[in-house]
Nanobody, 113 residues
């Protein structure tokens, strides 16, 4: 079992920034890829970014990220981050951390115009 706990969401104005964190615990040794998804009201959950915890490679859904988000990890803390810059109202969603088949409960990001 892997437990994932997100934090860092909040309410920001358009153009603002947030940094999300996801702390993993439990059987983390089995994790290769860990990343972020988001789900806006009335929409399907969509992948945002991932990091390969062993190789350090990062992957992005460019249609969403558009050069504004950066995923990073601190393997020693079993934590990943999503630095989000220049947030826009369309980024409003619940952001979820995912590893293998495990999900966190999500953290709400709300961006006002």
């Amino acid at each position: 079992q892997v437990q994932l706990v997100e934090s860092g969401g909040g309410l920001v104005q358009a153009g603002g920034s947030l940094r999300l964190s996801c702390a993993a615990s439990g059987r983390t040794a089995g994790i290769n890829n860990i990343g972020w998804f988001r789900q806006a009201p009335g929409k399907d959950r969509e992948w945002v970014a991932s990091v390969n915890w062993r190789a350090g490679e990062t992957f992005y859904e460019e249609s969403i990220v558009k050069g504004r988000f950066t995923i990073s990890s601190d393997r020693g803390k079993n934590t990943i981050y999503l630095q989000m810059l220049n947030l826009q109202p369309e980024d409003t969603a619940v952001y979820y951390c995912n590893a293998v088949t495990f999900w966190g409960r999500g953290t709400q990001v709300t961006v006002t115009a």
